[in-house]
Every structure is written in C-alpha cells, then in structure tokens.
C-alpha cells in the first residue's frame, strides 16, 4: 500500500527553536498577515488563567515615539484582559491572513457531532471560501511575542496613536439586502460609525520574535534585530 503524501497534523516538533530567522526586518510572510488580517488574537494571563480575545489592531513599521514595528490596540480599562497586562504585561499575538473554513470531512457515517459533521456537504459560499483560501490567501499565521505597554493617558503619544488606530479601523460598508446581495448601486456607499471612548486605554506591542506556522504544521522563528530610521509611513503595510 502506498504511502499517504500528506504530513502528520503536527508533524514537525517545535519545544525548542525551529529554523531560526534573524534579520534588521521582518520576514515577508510576516508583513503579509500583519497587512491583510483584519483582527488579532491576543492571549494574556494572569497568575491562574489564560485569557484570549478578538482585537482590532493597527500594524505600524515605526512611530515618532518608537524606531522599532509597533501594534496599537486599544481596551476598556475594566476589560478582564487591562486587569491582566496590568498585572502581567508579557503577551502573545496570534495572526493569520487566510479565510477561517474549514472543507467537509472524508467521513461518510458516524454519529458524532461537532466540527464538522461527517459527510458535510460543501455549499458554494464554501466552495468560494475555500478557493480564496488556497489560492488568493495566504496559507500561514505567525505568533508575536512580547509585553505590552500602556501609554501615559493624555499624552501626546496616547493621542497620537489613537488616531492613527482610528483612522486604520474606519471603513466604508456596502449596503447589503435581506439575501446577502449588494444593492444595485455600487457607488452608494455608507462610512462606517467608528469612535473612540475618551477612557479607553491605548495599548502598544513592540514586535521582536514570533514564530510562523503554516497550514501543514511545519514551523520557523524569527527574531527581529532593532534598526533605527524605519519607516513610519504605513499602516497594515498599506501607505496612509
């Protein structure tokens, strides 16, 4: 019988440092998730339990105030994860560019549930998904380690960043139907309502080691050496 060509779910182990990538820049594949991801995942944890959540976020290579690749958020100062960066500002950031679906399993009987059902059958929003995710999209996501910094309230860096994450997380909707269809004047458009509550607390990443994953369980690290002069003139990687 002929061997399968397709990996192990996790086939390549990862407890120690994997194909190592210094560099004064990040990898492209890093720049890539970084510009195209809509949200991150950020994970905190306090002295007992982790804690995941689902943040906008505005992607700089450098600001006035940091030569070094810098990721704004912000968060409500009574959020349980402001009550965990307070008492422990060490974070990681998870990043992916791809669409998340996942295909109908090979499975045809069974009467398990749960993701997915066996023998689920693939409908043509899916089929479009899917093909977005193996052709136009990327097909790895990279974690980010490091600690995150509350800037001073009221100061010309908090406000600085703040519009800059602002402006990056404001954009124009389509008006969408009942089923799902745009309306049939494409150049009618709506800004989307974004703002900013006054008390909101900005919280800043500097990016300097992560580790990229792609889809079939392989792994690299990369460390990013600090270099002065970087360009502050992009936002995701998109010029502002």
């Known amino acids: 019988m002929a061997e399968s060509v397709n990996p192990p779910l996790s086939y390549e182990a990862s407890a120690t440092t994997t194909h190592p990538h210094v560099a004064t820049s990040l990898p ?3 720049i890539s998730c970084l510009k195209n991801s809509r949200f991150l995942h950020l994970a905190t944890c306090d002295d007992k339990t982790p804690h995941i959540s689902l943040m906008s976020y505005t992607y700089l290579p450098s600001t006035p105030y940091d030569p070094h690749p810098t990721i704004i958020m912000t968060t409500n100062p009574a959020s349980r994860k402001t009550n965990h960066l307070l008492s422990n500002p060490r974070v990681s950031l998870l990043v992916h ?8 399993t090979r499975a045809t009987t069974g009467d398990r549930e749960g993701s997915p059902p066996p023998a689920a059958t693939r409908s043509s929003l899916a089929s479009l998904l899917l093909n977005l995710n193996t052709s136009a999209l990327s097909s790895i996501s990279t974690t980010i380690c490091g600690e995150a910094r509350f800037l001073e309230a009221g100061s010309d860096e908090e406000s600085w960043c703040k519009d800059r994450h602002l402006e990056n997380n404001t954009f124009e909707e389509e008006e969408i139907n009942l089923f799902g269809q745009q309306q049939q004047d494409p150049n009618a458009r709506r800004p989307s309502v974004v703002s900013i509550d006054t008390d909101v607390r ?3 990443v500097r990016v300097t080691e992560g580790r990229i994953a792609d889809w079939k369980g392989g792994v690299r690290d990369w ?3 600090p270099t002065e002069g970087q360009d502050a ?8």
């Open 233 to 240: 003139g992009l936002v995701n990687g998109v010029s502002s």
């Open 223 to 225: 460390v990013l050496l």
């Open 202 to 204: 900005v919280v800043t």
């Open 28 to 30: 492209s594949e890093v």
């Open 97 to 104: 560019d791809w669409v998340s679906h996942r295909p109908p």
